[in-house]
């Protein structure tokens, strides 16, 4: 039904935008692959590549040279 109100072929709804992190997270990280994260992100951004075994470089929020 929703996905016929958007004119889509399919939807899929997720309770909260903490899932929706967890799962797109999991589905598209693998072990090896590497995730650059600004330090203030949600929980649900951290743990997505905690849990795929993706490896993670946190960076001090806004600091570009931090990240280089």
Sequence with gaps: ML????GAESALV???G???NQGV???L???GDLVFSDEPNH???IDGPRLTKASRHV???G???HLR
């Design 3 to 6: 996905a016929r109100f958007k």
């Design 14 to 16: 997720l309770q909260s």
């Design 59 to 61: 960076f001090r929020h």
């Design 43 to 45: 929980a649900s951004i």
């Design 18 to 20: 903490f899932t929706a």
């Design 25 to 27: 997270l999991g589905a």
């Design 29 to 31: 990280l693998q072990p």
């Design 63 to 65: 600091d570009v040279e």
